[in-house]
Every structure is written in structure tokens, then in C-alpha cells.
């Protein structure tokens, strides 16, 4: 069973940094080949993706976070971080990590964390 722990959440201020991090059980080898995406929800909203990178670390991003945020991953941690810079109102969502995707762009992968809440707020 592959586990998916986020952390970094937070409370922030309009033009605040937060780091997410997403730390996986799977082992080092099937890790270093997956592709994991950072989805984001609003309330009200359909869950959306922020931003994946693959096994090779190409990445895509959503056009409101370019620029702002940047994913990037460190297989021997198991782990994938998401850098969010200049943080608006508009970024407030619980924060999701995914792995299992079939192709960066496509449909999200078969697991999920728990998530974790981040606040854009003044």
C-alpha cells in the first residue's frame, strides 16, 4: 500500500512563501519513475492540478501558479516539494499530492494524501 503524507501547510499573508512537501512510502526505485502532481481544492470548487513532474523531472504547471510556484523532487528522500512564492488569496485550498499518473497531463494517479491546508489571508 503506497502512503502519501503532505506537510508544510499554513497560514500566510498575501506575497508569502510556503514549501509543501509530500513524503511517499513506495520504494526508492518505483519512486524515482512515478509521476506525482500537487492538486489543490477550493471550497466549492472541483479539485484541480497545481503542478506534476515526472520521472525524468519534466514538469507542468497550471497557468495561475507559473512563475509562482515550482515543484521539484528528491528521490533518495522520497519526496516531492512544491515552492509557493508570492502567494494570493486566490491560492487558499487544502493541497493535495497524487502519484500514479500515466503521463504528465492526464488523469490523476490511483493515490492520494490526506492533504493539508493552506491559507492566503491578511
Known amino acids: 500500500q503506497v502512503q502519501l503524507v503532505e506537510s508544510g501547510g499554513g497560514l500566510v499573508q498575501p506575497g508569502g512563501s510556503l514549501r509543501l512537501s509530500c513524503e511517499c512510502s513506495?520504494?526508492?526505485?518505483?519512486?524515482?519513475?512515478?509521476?506525482i502532481g500537487w492538486y489543490r481544492q477550493a471550497p466549492g470548487k472541483q479539485r484541480e492540478l497545481v503542478a506534476a513532474?515526472?520521472?525524468?523531472?519534466?514538469?507542468n504547471y497550471a497557468d495561475s501558479v507559473r512563475g509562482r510556484f515550482t515543484i521539484s523532487r528528491d528521490n533518495a528522500k522520497k519526496t516531492v516539494y512544491l515552492q509557493m512564492n508570492n502567494l494570493k488569496p486566490e491560492d487558499t485550498a487544502v493541497y493535495y499530492c497524487?502519484?500514479?499518473?500515466?503521463?504528465?497531463?492526464?488523469?490523476?494517479?490511483?493515490?492520494w494524501g490526506q492533504g493539508t491546508q493552506v491559507t492566503v489571508s491578511s
Open positions: 513506495r520504494s526508492i526505485f518505483s519512486f524515482r519513475l512515478a509521476i
Open positions: 513532474i515526472s520521472g525524468g523531472d519534466s514538469t
Open positions: 497524487n502519484l500514479g499518473a500515466r503521463a504528465l497531463g492526464s488523469t490523476p494517479g490511483d493515490y
